[in-house]
């Protein structure tokens, strides 16, 4: 018995990756957008204090703390996962192109596209190319 092939057209790949950019684009907008309201309601009445430097903290710095501060809605972590939401975005354009690449059995594509994709995966992991 064999498997029917599952082909997707070139249409239908742009018009998937341009649903996937758009919906990470407004979610990362949304969230940020979330985050910072809910950092104004409850710390813009505080006055700045310019004359001491704070760093981002130490629970920021990391993907599983960022994530916990979200849901904990604390509005630096909403607004810090939301711009991982949008630095992903591009990222799973990419994965995505990997396997759209592989159904439509364009074996150049899959493998510029996945050094591509080890090149940003390694850049995010690492810092540098």
């Known amino acids: 018995m064999s498997w029917p092939r599952r082909t997707l057209t070139e249409q239908q790949v742009e018009e998937i990756i341009g ?4 919906i990470g684009v407004i979610t990362a907008a949304a969230v940020v957008l979330a985050g910072g309201v809910l950092y104004l309601v409850r710390h813009g009445a505080s006055p ?3 004359h001491v430097f704070r760093g981002e903290p130490a629970d920021l710095r990391s993907v ?3 994530v916990a501060d979200a849901l904990a809605l604390r509005g630096r972590g ?5 711009l991982l939401l949008l630095i992903a975005t591009p990222v799973a354009r990419v ?7 592989a159904l439509q059995r364009d074996h150049t594509y ?4 996945l050094i591509v994709l080890t090149v940003l995966l390694y850049s ?3 810092g540098r190319v």
């Open 95 to 101: 994965a995505f192109s990997v396997l759209a690449f």
């Open 64 to 66: 599983s703390g960022i």
């Open 48 to 50: 700045p204090g310019y």
């Open 78 to 82: 909403l607004i810090q996962l939301g």
């Open 110 to 113: 899959v493998i510029v596209t």
């Open 124 to 126: 995010l992991a690492w």
């Open 19 to 22: 649903n996937l950019l758009r």
